[in-house]
């Protein structure tokens, strides 16, 4: 069920941003105002030869570089150099505000949720292409058979507790990574909540969903990981546990 963010506590706990990044030396200045107060911003630098690191540091980002290329190497290296309880991640390209999360980590701390993610509503012209938008419904019909999870986005908004997601031993590292944490959340019995989000015009051209080819590498990887036989993972107190 999808649901508006709508925080109730004034406290939000303290979370550290994942920010995977390749060449974003135009979004990053904005990304980077919009993390939350008292949150830590930690910037992969996925082989970017824009400066997006040294613009990222000097605006007091955490910067951590990994060389192999590939959106999941990206993001687990932010998850293995997180020390937070809540692990939130963001695109790094001004697609999505980060400073929304404080309503995810609040929905986790306060409701009993897992992973919460942001259902992605498109805001403007040219904010989701065409063949991007369709390539995610399909994906998502195929989680919704895979799993029974009744989810319509595998957007990159997303956060969840640290130690739990550690414990799914998460191991793509490819476009897949996203798709591949849901269907091991919900093998571990999981509560996977959706919030909407908006959507805005990326900054920059974008390398995977601005183009026919990038998208179908990413449904390609996607797909993969729905066909992968079920494995024990983690549940949420960290312990394994046989996937259903």
């Known amino acids: 069920m999808t649901h508006a963010i709508t925080p109730r506590s004034d406290v ?5 941003v994942v920010l995977p990044c390749l060449d974003e030396a ?12 008292g949150w830590r911003a930690i910037v992969v630098d996925n082989g970017s030869t824009d400066g997006s690191a ?5 605006r007091g980002a955490t910067v951590v570089h990994e060389s192999r290329r590939g959106f999941g190497a990206a993001c687990h290296a932010g998850l293995l150099a997180a020390e937070a309880e809540f692990v939130c ?94 269907v091991r959340a919900s093998d571990a ?21 601005g183009t026919w080819r990038g998208t179908w590498h990413a449904v390609r990887d996607m797909r993969a990981v729905l066909r992968r036989p079920r494995a024990p993972t983690a549940g949420v107190n960290g312990r394994a546990k046989a996937a259903r």
């Open 26 to 37: 135009a979004a990053l200045p904005w990304v980077l105002e919009r993390i939350p107060d």
């Open 12 to 16: 939000v706990p303290r979370a550290d």
């Open 54 to 58: 040294a613009i990222a540091r000097a």
């Open 189 to 209: 019995g999981w509560r996977v909540e959706e919030r909407d989000v908006p959507y805005l015009p990326r900054a920059g051209a974008s390398k995977v969903t």
């Open 89 to 182: 991640f963001c695109d790094c390209d001004a697609t999505l505000d980060p400073a929304l999360l404080t309503g995810f980590v609040t929905t986790l701390a306060e409701d009993g949720a897992d992973l919460v993610l942001g259902r992605r509503r498109p805001q403007g012209r040219g904010a989701w292409p065409a063949h991007a938008r369709l390539g995610n419904i399909a994906l998502a019909r195929m989680l919704r058979r895979r799993t029974g999870l009744k989810l319509h986005d595998l957007g990159p908004l997303r956060a969840a507790r640290r130690e739990p997601l550690l414990g799914l031993g998460l191991t793509d590292r490819r476009s897949g990574y996203p798709l591949q944490m849901v």
